[in-house]
């Protein structure tokens, strides 16, 4: 492949993007990105740019969990979720980028963009197993390595909507790359979220105050516009509900013994509840 052609952002999403160093614009150089000072970032051979500046302090789901997720989505499990996502980009977004802070593998993202056929997106994410699937999602939209608790790799104002799906929120920078009047879509476990996994596996519990917590962290820059509840009813096998562990944080607190014995004493299939809070937000 030409170097030339390894960089899979397109071009309205590149006149977004700041150099991490700097914060200066960012254009095509060779098979990656640079700023007008010097600061050059070389493409992936996925396609994706890391614009991570330094060392990130997490290196974000790892390859089994994107691997789990990609499987997952791609059967098509939480459909309902991205077509509710869908729907409140088609009612919301009146221009400018759209961009997935935490994206993973661009699933939600690529379901946005086929709903807003003149919209550009970006994946953001600090995974790079994740972002070697997020930079091939949708051909209106590229990946970035970025941390969200530092400054996000885009202009001020560049975004129109910002999508943040089971993922970390900083509010000052949502603000700051969102322009006036945009709209953040926010996606949290309801309490009944995965609650049969949770009792039978003794998984993470869902954390009662994140809602207050979220309202919390966006006090004073955002204003709550509405919120939906979705649920869905899942019957799966053992191996699904094996790989929707597998996609979680819980991840990293069940061993493989575990999860397989504890699977085995539920019945097939195996009824789980997916349980989702959207809330919607307008920057103020």
């Not at 070389?42 to 740019?49: E, F, I, N, S």
């Not at 519990?205 to 979705?230: C, I, M, N, S, Y």
């Not at 991840?251 to 013994?257: D, G, K, L, N």
Request: net charge positive; hydrophobic share 45%; with cysteine.
């Amino acid at each position: 492949m030409d170097d030339r052609e390894r960089l899979r952002i397109p071009g309205p999403v590149v006149e977004a993007l700041a150099c991490p160093h700097c914060g200066g614009g960012l254009r095509r150089s060779g098979g990656g990105l640079a700023c007008a000072r010097g600061h050059s970032f070389d493409a992936a051979r996925q396609g994706y740019v890391n614009l991570v500046a330094g060392r990130p302090p997490t290196a974000g789901d790892d390859r089994e969990m994107v691997r789990a997720r990609g499987e997952f989505f791609d059967a098509g499990y939480y459909a309902p979720l991205t077509a509710k996502l869908a729907e409140h980009a088609a009612r919301w977004w009146d221009g400018g980028l759209v961009v997935d802070v935490g994206a993973g593998t661009g699933h939600h993202l690529a379901g946005v963009l086929d709903a807003l056929p003149r919209a550009h997106g970006l994946a953001v994410d600090v995974s790079r197993y994740a972002l070697r699937r997020a930079a091939r999602a949708h051909p209106r939209a590229g990946a970035v390595g970025g941390d969200v608790w530092r400054a996000l790799p885009l202009a001020a104002g560049s975004a129109g909507l910002l999508l943040n799906v089971f993922a970390p929120r900083n509010g000052p920078e949502f603000a700051r790359v969102l322009r006036d009047g945009g709209t953040l879509l926010v996606v949290t476990p309801d309490a009944r979220h995965l609650a049969e996994l949770r009792s039978a596996l003794g998984l993470i519990a869902v954390d009662p105050r994140k809602a207050e917590r979220l309202a919390a962290q966006l006090r004073g820059r955002f204003t709550a516009a509405g919120e939906e509840r979705v649920a869905v009813e899942l019957s799966l096998t053992r191996a699904e509900a094996a790989t929707l562990v597998e996609m979680t944080p819980s991840a990293r607190h069940v061993t493989a013994e575990e999860l397989r014995s504890g699977l085995a004493r539920m019945p097939e299939p195996v009824a789980v509840t997916a349980a989702f809070r959207l809330s919607v937000y307008r920057r103020r």
